[in-house]
């Protein structure tokens, strides 16, 4: 039960992208626009009984209760929903608390029909590519499968391909053109109608970023421990998957710095803060996780004094939170890629890389912290 205090600490924050008022003249409709938003996105609190400028105005109307709100979300929402709601009363004012969840089953709609998203304090009709994104998120569409628009196979890294079949034991190069079209084809490298898909694009193609551009990394190293710091060294690294791992890897090796003490006369360098490992798992995960439908975004590591951040576009998919990333639990947004590069032997799919990475942290006494900010998933190893 959410007290007093509660819901005055939440009025003084103001609307936000995770809270919203409502008088009690509100209508159905109205508060299912606000459910489906908030459902869309994180999850967030609706007061009802609440003015636009954080005024107590109560309820009076005995029509707008608890089961009132269940009612809206069962009945007004495609699919159903599932709030808490309760009454707490404030200043001798009846207010109707609402908590809605994020979605499990996104993306949600109004029974008019409407997607909607919270940007802000305010709420909008979902665009085409939002829509694509909260299918994403649901699992019912990857998009790492869809087609890239003029891709074709002669696009394609020949070398890298035949490298990859012959972990299997096929001989692609020597594969009749049919032949080889049904390879790629069966292996999610082309679609039906004969573009690359972007698991494919990012795999196997000459140039990735010819074709979407938002794939590859941005490295920068601050002078300090704040990005207005002055910067050191600014890179943008762009290839195939398993290159931009690769490099980028070896670039932050080479801006870290090695720690080391004086024994006796001499100089002796000391083990890093984290292991080649380590770098190598936040990386990969950052590539193979990333929300590829957010155009125009890139992976960034950011090198500071006193930590390395490793931000990847895209909230956590589904279901999972940072507690179940924490222990293993994994959904893999994109599962044609991570197919690729698990057979290419850069992840295993088991969950084990962020567990692992919290280990070695543990055991060296060194902080790794995980959050969602905006449209990021933020991996921070301090140094």
């Not at 954080?54 to 209760?65: A, E, F, M, V, W």
């Not at 010819?210 to 207005?228: C, D, M, P, R, S």
């Not at 295993?348 to 449209?375: C, H, N, T």
Request: glycine share 6%; charged share 25%; net charge neutral.
């Amino acid at each position: 039960m959410i007290s007093p205090e509660k819901i005055k600490q939440l009025i003084a924050q103001g609307e936000n992208l995770a809270l919203e008022f409502k008088r009690e003249d509100v209508t159905a409709d109205s508060v299912a626009k606000e459910m489906v938003a908030f459902a869309n996105a994180g999850g967030g609190i609706l007061l009802i009984g609440i003015e636009d400028d954080g005024q107590l105005s109560g309820i009076l109307n005995s029509k707008i209760d608890e089961a009132w709100a269940v009612n809206i979300a069962r009945n007004n929402i495609i699919p159903a929903l599932n709030i808490m709601a309760s009454f707490v009363k404030v200043d001798e004012k009846n207010i109707l608390f609402i908590e809605v969840p994020k979605g499990k089953d996104k993306p949600y709609q109004t029974n008019k029909f409407q997607f909607l998203i919270r940007v802000g304090s305010t709420n909008r009709v979902a665009t085409q590519t939002e829509l694509l994104r909260l299918f994403q998120h649901s699992g019912a569409l990857h998009y790492d499968k869809l087609g890239v628009e003029s891709t074709s196979e002669s696009m394609l890294n020949y070398s890298k391909v035949s490298h990859y079949f012959n972990i299997f034991n096929i001989q692609f190069d020597t594969e009749t053109p049919e032949q080889r079209e049904k390879l790629l084809r069966n292996a999610d490298i082309l679609t039906e109608d004969g573009k690359l898909t972007v698991a494919g694009t990012l795999c196997f193609s000459l140039n990735p970023s010819k074709y979407l551009y938002q794939t590859g990394v941005i490295f920068a190293h601050f002078n300090g421990e704040a990005i207005t710091d002055e910067l050191i060294d600014r890179q943008e690294i762009i290839g195939t998957l398993d290159y931009v791992i690769d490099t980028s890897l070896a670039v932050v090796k080479n801006n870290l710095k090695v720690p080391s003490k004086i024994v006796g006369a001499k100089r002796e360098e000391q083990p890093p803060a984290f292991s080649d490992k380590t770098l190598r798992e936040v990386i990969t995960n950052a590539c193979v996780h990333r929300d590829y439908s957010i155009a125009g975004s890139q992976i960034r590591i950011l090198l500071f004094n006193n930590r390395l951040e490793v931000h990847s576009p895209g909230r956590l998919p589904n279901t999972i939170t940072i507690d179940k990333v924490k222990v293993g639990a994994s959904y893999p947004r994109n599962p044609v890629i991570a197919s690729f590069l698990t057979n290419l032997r850069y992840i295993d799919k088991l969950g084990r890389g962020i567990p692992m990475v919290l280990q070695e942290g543990l055991q060296k006494g060194k902080k790794v912290w995980l959050e969602e900010f905006g449209e990021e998933f933020i991996v921070t190893l301090y140094l």
